[in-house]
């Protein structure tokens, strides 16, 4: 598995093209991922049905031979393991009908490994049937989690919070940011259980989500944001040692040179920075992971394929870059302009 394009390009090893996956690319502009949506009640039900999850993360792979999968989940399911109850509104995206607005609900949350290993248990099962198909197609898969950040602003707000400025998420920070930190290190504790989860399951790679870390200042990104991560990865590296990490902060191209030096194994890029200019700035030790912006699959075919090509051009041959998007596809993107970008990366050479 080791010799795959994309653990060798994380790992920073030359290879003939760069390797393409995108995020949330198991989704609901596949007409087969729809289809099986219907088999499910609901989002959840669906994430908590291992063979059910199993064969959505497989859909992109049989469709466009993308060189990684990443297992189908979602960022929330920590939370719902350590006893907030999640609920999945069509159309709204998910929700925690009874937010934390106080100390104590932060203090109730369940961080007892056995029983988090069992309430995610469906995620491990999952990974465990996807790698079974994976395997003959030696194609790697991808565990991940939510950044101990993004998720409390879930928990806090009671969904996105984007609408309202984050306004209760926010109030913690500057108000009261001791309690703020109890819940990032529960989390940071939570999430470390799971990515090792993950791992013994047998995902290849973990991917650290952070969509919300953008939101903020400087200071206060180091502190409530990256070094949360910091310590997630420090959990997983403590067992295994050169396990590959990815780290990716959505508005985050002003704090890549932090970023690096966590020592991450890759860091994604959203679609606001020039590639060339990351490479300058994290150097040469790192993989780079992007940056398409996703609203340019909503661009003619010929189009997108340009600004894929224009992308790995400007990266150039040096070894380390991996085609993604800068952020999770949307729901109603046509498949043939997804079709457009993948094959603009799969009939690119290194030249």
Same mark, same amino acid.
């Given at each position: 598995?080791?010799?795959?394009?994309?653990?060798?390009?994380?790992?920073?090893?030359?290879?003939?093209?760069?390797?393409?996956?995108?995020?949330?690319?198991?989704?609901?502009?596949?007409?087969?991922?729809?289809?099986?949506?219907?088999?499910?009640?609901?989002?959840?039900?669906?994430? %908590?049905?291992?063979?059910?999850?199993?064969?959505?993360?497989?859909?992109?792979?049989?469709?466009?031979?993308?060189?990684?999968?990443?297992?189908?989940?979602?960022?929330?399911?920590?939370?719902?393991?350590?006893?907030?109850?999640?609920?999945? #509104?069509?159309?709204?995206?998910?929700?925690?009908?009874?937010?934390?607005?106080?100390?104590?609900?932060?203090?109730?949350?369940?961080?007892?490994?056995?029983?988090?290993? #069992?309430?995610?248990?469906?995620?491990?099962?999952?990974?465990?049937?996807?790698?079974?198909?994976?395997?003959?197609?030696?194609?790697?898969?991808?565990?991940?989690?939510?950044?101990?950040?993004?998720?409390?602003?879930?928990?806090?707000?009671?969904?996105?919070?984007?609408?309202?400025?984050?306004?209760?998420?926010?109030?913690?920070?500057? %108000?009261?940011?001791? /309690?703020?930190?109890?819940?990032?290190?529960?989390?940071?504790?939570?999430?470390?259980?799971?990515?090792?989860?993950?791992?013994?399951?047998?995902?290849?790679?973990?991917?650290?989500?952070?969509?919300?870390?953008?939101?903020?200042?400087?200071?206060?990104?180091?502190?409530?944001?990256?070094?949360?991560?910091?310590?997630?990865?420090?959990?997983?590296?403590?067992?295994?040692?050169?396990?590959?990490?990815?780290?990716?902060?959505? %508005?985050?191209?002003?704090?890549?040179?932090?970023?690096?030096?966590?020592?991450?194994?890759?860091?994604?890029?959203?679609? /606001?920075?020039?590639?060339?200019?990351?490479?300058?700035?994290?150097?040469? #030790?790192?993989?780079?992971?992007?940056?398409?912006?996703?609203?340019?699959?909503?661009?003619?075919?010929?189009?997108?394929? #340009?600004?894929?090509?224009?992308?790995?051009?400007?990266?150039?041959?040096?070894?380390?870059?991996?085609?993604?998007?800068?952020?999770?596809?949307?729901?109603?993107?046509?498949?043939?302009?997804?079709?457009?970008?993948?094959?603009?990366? %799969?009939?690119?050479?290194?030249?």
């Amino acid at each position: 598995m080791k010799t795959t394009r994309f653990l060798k390009a994380l790992a920073g090893e030359s290879v003939d093209r760069p390797p393409i996956w995108f995020m949330r690319q198991a989704g609901r502009y596949l007409p087969e991922y729809r289809a099986i949506r219907q088999q499910a009640k609901h989002f959840l039900a669906l994430c %908590q049905n291992p063979e059910l999850a199993c064969e959505v993360t497989l859909q992109p792979i049989r469709r466009f031979n993308l060189d990684a999968a990443i297992i189908f989940s979602d960022i929330l399911t920590v939370p719902n393991a350590m006893g907030m109850p999640l609920t999945f #509104q069509e159309g709204e995206g998910p929700r925690f009908p009874e937010p934390i607005r106080t100390r104590q609900a932060i203090e109730t949350l369940q961080l007892d490994k056995d029983v988090l290993n #069992q309430q995610l248990g469906y995620v491990f099962e999952a990974i465990k049937l996807a790698k079974q198909q994976l395997n003959p197609l030696n194609t790697p898969l991808i565990g991940f989690c939510g950044s101990p950040f993004t998720v409390a602003t879930y928990m806090i707000e009671g969904g996105g919070g984007l609408s309202s400025g984050f306004k209760n998420f926010k109030s913690w920070l500057y %108000q009261d940011p001791a /309690t703020l930190t109890l819940l990032l290190n529960k989390l940071v504790e939570a999430s470390t259980t799971y990515l090792l989860g993950q791992i013994a399951a047998g995902a290849d790679c973990v991917m650290i989500f952070d969509t919300w870390g953008g939101i903020v200042d400087t200071p206060r990104y180091l502190a409530f944001s990256l070094d949360p991560m910091a310590k997630i990865m420090a959990g997983i590296r403590k067992q295994h040692p050169n396990f590959p990490v990815i780290l990716f902060t959505k %508005q985050g191209a002003q704090w890549l040179g932090s970023i690096a030096k966590t020592g991450c194994t890759g860091i994604g890029l959203d679609w /606001t920075i020039d590639i060339q200019q990351a490479r300058e700035i994290v150097g040469n #030790q790192i993989t780079l992971q992007g940056n398409l912006d996703p609203m340019m699959l909503y661009a003619k075919p010929e189009i997108i394929q #340009q600004e894929t090509v224009r992308i790995m051009q400007k990266h150039g041959p040096m070894p380390g870059h991996i085609m993604n998007l800068g952020h999770g596809i949307l729901p109603d993107v046509p498949v043939e302009h997804v079709s457009a970008f993948v094959q603009a990366v %799969q009939q690119f050479k290194y030249t």
